[in-house]
């Protein structure tokens, strides 16, 4: 199972880009895991955005993040989302999505190696 990023693509400085994140597999639930939002900028460390717990919709986000990102799921569509608002040249990175076990939520942004899942990404450009 992987899970696909999809929605990035280039952003003007102060725009908006919705990433999704959907499950390569029929009958895969996202809303089984915890999903989390990574980012790996160009010559930098794999960095934790925000992630969603599986039970109680709890959310976490990195604190230079938080004031502009929103991480949402919609179980109907089997699917988590990422808003990105007043996006910056520094949110320039791949973005990609990851299951965890519910074990890791309350440290989820800092465990990108424990994922269970996870995908390709999807390469967020932003640039005037």
């Known amino acids: 199972v992987q899970l696909q990023a999809s929605g990035g693509g280039e952003a003007q400085p102060g725009g908006s880009l919705r990433l999704s994140c959907a499950a390569s597999?029929?009958?895969?639930?996202?809303?089984?895991?915890?999903i989390g939002w990574f980012r790996q900028a160009p010559g930098k460390e794999r960095e934790g955005v925000a992630c969603?717990?599986?039970?109680?919709?709890?959310?976490y986000y990195a604190d230079s993040l938080k004031a502009r990102f929103t991480i949402s799921r919609d179980n109907d569509k089997n699917m988590v989302y990422l808003q990105m608002n007043n996006l910056k040249p520094e949110d320039t990175a791949i973005y990609y999505c990851?299951?965890?076990?519910?074990?890791?939520?309350?440290?989820?942004?800092?465990?990108?190696?424990?994922?269970?899942?996870r995908g390709q990404g999807t390469l967020v450009t932003v640039s005037s």
């Open positions: 597999r029929f009958g895969f639930r996202l809303d089984d895991y915890v």
């Open positions: 990851a299951a965890l076990t519910h074990r890791w939520v309350r440290v989820c942004l800092s465990v990108p190696n424990r994922v269970t899942y």
């Open positions: 969603i717990s599986d039970t109680d919709g709890s959310t």
